[in-house]
């Protein structure tokens, strides 16, 4: 009897020490290999996810059982005190009512809850912990100074009241009673964000959505231009760099058009959408009004291209690559008769920025703008060489030069 014990024991640890022993391994060679995906662009498996925030939720519960609430935690003060912070810091991440999240915090992994519609799954402990100590690998960060938990207890004390606050009351408590949005350089952008609630595709624990917040809360304060203006200029011929595009050259339509293309991901641009997402409808018109408005000049550097590449350009701007069943141009842009059409105007355009516009159509990665689109199967057919030239040839031209050439 005594040996019978020994015996099993060993017989069972046996078999588990080798088992333990070749797991460890495969993890070491798992983890030195680099094998392992860890890139944000692929979600975590559903399954995955959920066990996840299943820990955190226990963990966050189980720890925040230490703390006291006070007496005040409904203070107007404290909601106050809590919405100032969150307007400046939290809703980069988070959202808040009537505004979705940022394109940009959509990609981390995991995302960052939609408090708006998630605040009501903590306790109060649960939420002031949070703010006071942060999550590991969430990048929910802690409180910068963990001492003061009555700062966390203000920013759990706002966030109670959160979900039941429309945009209006949020603005005034994060940024400042009778804040507006109204004008900028001679521009209206009326006395409001959104009117309503825009309509959202809901998901398990985040919210996309438009108009979105944002890093930088640009969209609701009276900043639209100098925003947009570092890129773009204040003109709207992209600071004569050729990185931007030329705007002063476009019509009012296009502008709207992609605008709203950006915002719904339509078009397709890292550097545009987190800044479309974060307009309202009438911003989106007062800046493709304003920028339409511009005096129309062309990309500077036109004297710098070369003659040849030019003249080649302008051969399949007007007459196309019929060999190859490549139409003109022309036939679309610069005309003013397709008026059910939205087509960009290109005289005058950078011709770094056009041709990069169709090696990006050419590799069906550029999105669009309207209804209707030829240039992803026409950009199959041109060469390297013939983008090159044909984008040249229109930053050559001056803007309108071509749209009374047309009409005639």
Same mark, same amino acid.
């Given at each position: 009897?005594?040996?019978?014990?020994?015996?099993?024991?060993s017989?069972?640890?046996?078999?588990?020490?080798?088992?333990?022993?070749?797991?460890?391994?495969?993890?070491?060679?798992?983890?030195?290999?680099?094998i392992? /995906?860890?890139?944000?662009?692929?979600?975590?498996?559903?399954?995955?996810? =959920?066990?996840?925030?299943?820990?955190?939720?226990?963990?966050?519960a189980?720890?925040?059982?230490?703390?006291?609430? &006070?007496?005040?935690?409904d203070?107007?003060?404290?909601?106050?005190?809590g919405?100032?912070?969150?307007?400046?810091?939290?809703?980069?991440?988070?959202?808040?009512?009537?505004?979705?999240?940022?394109?940009?915090?959509?990609? *981390?992994?995991?995302?960052?809850?939609?408090?708006?519609? +998630?605040?009501?799954?903590? #306790?109060?402990?649960?939420?002031a912990w949070?703010?006071?100590?942060?999550?590991?690998?969430?990048?929910?960060?802690?409180?910068?100074?963990?001492?003061?938990?009555?700062?966390?207890?203000?920013?759990?004390?706002?966030?109670?009241?959160?979900?039941?606050?429309?945009?209006?009351?949020?603005?005034?408590?994060?940024?400042?009673?009778?804040?507006?949005?109204?004008?900028?350089?001679?521009?209206?952008?009326?006395?409001?964000?959104? !009117?309503?609630?825009?309509?959202?595709?809901?998901?398990? @624990?985040?919210?996309?959505?438009?108009?979105? #917040?944002?890093?930088?809360?640009?969209?609701?304060? !009276?900043t639209?231009l &100098?925003? $947009?203006?570092?890129?773009?200029?204040?003109?709207?011929?992209?600071?004569?760099?050729?990185?931007?595009p /030329?705007l002063?050259?476009? =019509?009012?339509?296009?502008?709207?058009?992609?605008?709203?293309?950006?915002?719904?991901?339509?078009?397709?641009?890292g550097? *545009?959408?987190?800044v479309?997402?974060?307009?309202?409808?009438?911003?989106?018109e007062?800046?493709?009004?304003y920028?339409?408005?511009?005096?129309d000049?062309?990309?500077p550097? +036109? %004297?710098?291209?070369?003659? +040849?590449?030019?003249?080649?350009?302008r051969?399949?701007?007007h007459?196309?690559?019929?060999?190859?069943?490549?139409?003109?141009?022309?036939? $679309?842009?610069?005309?003013?008769?397709?008026?059910?059409r939205?087509?960009?105007?290109?005289?005058?355009?950078?011709?770094?920025?056009?041709?990069?516009?169709l090696?990006?159509?050419?590799? /069906? !990665?550029?999105?669009?703008?309207? %209804?209707?689109n030829p240039?992803?199967?026409? #950009?199959?057919?041109?060469?390297?060489?013939?983008m090159?030239?044909?984008?040249?040839?229109?930053?050559?031209?001056?803007?309108? @030069?071509l749209?009374?050439?047309?009409?005639?």
């Amino acid at each position: 009897m005594k040996k019978f014990f020994p015996d099993r024991l060993s017989l069972w640890i046996g078999p588990l020490g080798t088992t333990a022993v070749a797991v460890a391994l495969v993890a070491v060679v798992v983890l030195v290999s680099g094998i392992i /995906n860890l890139a944000a662009s692929i979600p975590h498996p559903e399954g995955w996810a =959920n066990i996840l925030h299943y820990g955190m939720k226990r963990a966050v519960a189980f720890h925040a059982g230490d703390l006291k609430q &006070p007496d005040d935690f409904d203070a107007d003060w404290r909601v106050a005190q809590g919405a100032a912070h969150y307007g400046h810091v939290c809703v980069s991440c988070h959202g808040a009512p009537e505004l979705g999240q940022n394109a940009v915090v959509l990609e *981390m992994r995991p995302r960052p809850q939609y408090l708006v519609e +998630a605040v009501d799954q903590l #306790s109060n402990k649960e939420l002031a912990w949070i703010v006071l100590h942060g999550v590991k690998y969430t990048a929910m960060p802690a409180w910068t100074d963990a001492d003061r938990e009555d700062e966390a207890w203000s920013m759990a004390a706002f966030l109670r009241k959160l979900p039941n606050m429309d945009y209006a009351t949020y603005r005034d408590l994060a940024y400042g009673q009778g804040r507006s949005i109204t004008k900028n350089l001679d521009v209206e952008f009326g006395d409001h964000f959104p !009117d309503t609630r825009s309509d959202a595709a809901k998901r398990s @624990e985040y919210r996309s959505s438009t108009p979105a #917040s944002g890093f930088l809360e640009f969209a609701m304060q !009276d900043t639209l231009l &100098p925003m $947009c203006g570092r890129c773009h200029g204040e003109d709207g011929t992209g600071r004569g760099l050729g990185a931007f595009p /030329n705007l002063a050259m476009q =019509n009012e339509q296009y502008l709207k058009k992609s605008l709203e293309a950006y915002a719904s991901g339509e078009r397709h641009s890292g550097f *545009m959408r987190p800044v479309a997402t974060q307009l309202s409808q009438p911003q989106i018109e007062a800046l493709a009004k304003y920028y339409a408005s511009q005096p129309d000049v062309g990309a500077p550097g +036109a %004297d710098k291209l070369d003659p +040849a590449l030019v003249e080649k350009g302008r051969e399949i701007a007007h007459d196309g690559v019929p060999s190859r069943k490549v139409a003109a141009c022309l036939s $679309c842009h610069e005309q003013t008769t397709f008026t059910s059409r939205v087509f960009p105007n290109l005289s005058g355009q950078y011709a770094t920025y056009t041709e990069n516009q169709l090696k990006l159509f050419a590799k /069906n !990665d550029r999105g669009n703008v309207g %209804d209707y689109n030829p240039m992803d199967e026409l #950009s199959h057919a041109l060469t390297d060489e013939e983008m090159k030239a044909v984008s040249a040839y229109f930053q050559s031209v001056e803007p309108g @030069e071509l749209v009374q050439e047309t009409a005639r």
